[in-house]
């Protein structure tokens, strides 16, 4: 059971505690060019998903196959090969999504992200662990991705998910759906992030700092 | 005790001369100086420009106090610069617009203009005028649509599309009319310089009437308030640069003499209020010349090129960019060092 909570430690700390987003700020390029509705974020964050597990799975299998020399340009082959994989499938099953991706689906070949967790991760651990890790920074990456075309669809829009929101008369925010946008929004996202984190420190260091002065208390 | 009224000891400590210039003092000679363009503007504009006013001010201040640290809430709201820029802010805007924008409007200027960077004197850019910016991108058919200027007639009557709920779109009551700029760029048609001068056009709300921002202007280079090279860099190199353009083009074409280039959009308000913001323009003799020259060519420009008809909002921007730069590169040398 212990290997078990440790695999589940790795996938819940892509979530939230080293979010490839809002911490390590990786793939930025797909997060700003993508968001500007919620249902391309989406597809851009199941695609990433579905091309991270997959070449998480097949670069920790074969970690010792690989010549140390050559790595880098052995992950990115992988990484294409899923990477051709979701191209073809969005234009088969999604075709108005994929034209409006557009170039985005293959640049998910140099999402630095997805690198990333190979040279760190899944490079040095076995294939549960790097599976795991790789759900988790993928889900990060999803949520990110969904706060942030969710913001700018609803302001920019007036809708969610293609849905009207506020009937014919909204006044729409025109640089929430221009390039603009989108680095505005990312930047209050991470603000507000470091400000949560920032409280929720503070705050765990004044309940320690209570505990103590109780048990100091307490010896008296 | 020290006993302070005995002439013949002062025990004071070091600095022993104090300037009376204190940032409070100089924000009250800036609410003085835009007295009467302000008064001008509610003349007329009428109570919907009052409105917009409030809710642009009421949107910085309250922004302010919320991003504010509890402890130093009284003193760092005690210069009144928040609502000073929400007043710059809302002089920039259309009296048409509807109200809840002004209030975000002042909101943006205040949190991305000021707090984010550090709170007052840390900003790179006139939190005013990153707040238009802000609006303009954002809502740019609604900062676009001028409505004619009124007499004391209609003084109480709001425009219905300053009463638009939030998030919603402002229903326009009356035609819109262009600006005289818009009338220069689009149309090729001059206004007479007396309405230029008296603020009988429509425009902004604070941008209307020269011969009221000119009084500001000349009160606040009275008091010291404001630095003078930079007026003067930004009104010689507007006007030379656009009679240069008048002569080589002809004066028949969509070329605007010198004077109506001074006097026309919101050169003056941009030159007097928001340029030189101490805080976003040049500390050295030098780079104020500089930094005024730039403005003075880049307005010029766009007006003439752009695709816009007024340029002084970007004109200022760049260069509260590049101040940085011109500092550094205009630092006087030491004395006695040889490079």
């Known amino acids: ?220 | 005790m020290m006993n302070n009224k005995d002439p013949k000891l002062l025990l004071q400590s070091a600095p022993l001369l104090r300037q009376e210039l204190t940032t409070p003092a100089a924000m009250k000679d800036v609410w003085i100086a835009l007295l009467p363009a302000t008064a001008a503007a509610l003349w007329f504009f009428g109570l919907g420009a009052l409105l917009i006013l409030i809710t642009s001010i009421a949107g910085a201040v309250l922004t302010e106090w919320v991003f504010t640290d509890k402890d130093k809430r009284r003193f760092a709201m005690s210069d009144t610069s928040a609502g000073l820029t929400g007043l710059l802010l809302g002089l920039t805007l259309p009296p048409g617009l509807p109200l809840w924008m002004a209030f975000l409007g002042g909101s943006v200027s205040i949190g991305l203009g000021k707090v984010i960077w550090g709170g007052l004197g840390s900003n790179l850019f006139n939190p005013a005028l990153l707040g238009r910016a802000f609006l303009l991108g954002t809502f740019p058919i609604a900062m676009t649509t001028w409505g004619a200027a009124g007499g004391p007639g209609d003084f109480f009557q709001i425009h219905s599309s300053n009463l638009a709920w939030p998030f919603m779109q402002g229903q326009y009551d009356a035609l819109s009319t262009a600006t005289p700029l818009g009338l220069m760029k689009f149309e090729h048609e001059t206004t007479a310089l007396s309405s230029l001068f008296l603020g009988n056009t429509a425009g902004s709300i604070g941008e209307t009437s020269s011969l009221l921002l000119l009084f500001g202007g000349v009160f606040l280079l009275f008091r010291r308030g404001i630095e003078w090279r930079i007026p003067a860099a930004i009104f010689l190199t507007a006007s030379l640069f656009s009679l240069a353009m008048l002569l080589i083009n002809g004066a028949d074409s969509n070329y605007p003499s010198p004077l109506f280039t001074l006097f026309s959009g919101g050169l003056l308000l941009g030159t007097f209020f928001m340029a030189t913001d101490p805080v976003t323009s040049p500390l050295t003799p030098k780079g104020c010349w500089i930094f005024g020259i730039g403005i003075g060519f880049l307005v010029v420009l766009i007006r003439l090129y752009g695709g816009l008809p007024e340029g002084m909002l970007y004109a200022i921007l760049l260069m509260n960019a590049a101040t940085p730069l011109i500092d550094r590169y205009t630092q006087p040398k030491i004395f006695g060092r040889k490079s």
């Open chain 1, 1 to 220: 059971m212990a290997t078990d909570s440790s695999a589940y430690e790795e996938m819940i700390k892509g979530l939230w505690r080293d979010n490839p987003v809002f911490v390590q700020v990786l793939g930025m390029c797909p997060m700003l060019a993508v968001t500007n509705s919620a249902i391309n974020a989406v597809v851009m964050g199941l695609a990433t998903f579905f091309v991270l597990v997959g070449s998480s799975f097949l670069v920790s299998s074969f970690k010792q196959w690989i010549p140390k020399q050559v790595r880098i340009s052995l992950y990115i082959i992988i990484i294409a090969t899923f990477v051709t994989v979701v191209d073809y499938s969005l234009l088969a099953l999604l075709p108005a999504i994929h034209k409006e991706l557009g170039a985005f689906i293959p640049l998910i070949v140099a999402n630095c992200m997805i690198l990333g967790r190979q040279e760190a991760f899944a490079s040095k651990h076995n294939v549960k662990y790097a599976v795991m890790d790789a759900v988790g920074m993928s889900g990060g990456f999803m949520i990110a991705l969904f706060a942030l075309g969710s913001v700018r669809e609803i302001l920019g829009v007036g809708a969610f998910f293609g849905i009207d929101l506020f009937g014919t008369n909204f006044e729409s925010w025109v640089i929430m759906i221009l390039p603009p946008g989108g680095f505005l929004t990312l930047g209050l996202l991470l603000l507000f992030f470091n400000w949560f984190t920032e409280r929720r420190r503070e705050f765990l260091l004044k309940v320690a700092e209570s505990d103590r002065m109780a048990y100091v208390d307490g010896d008296k």
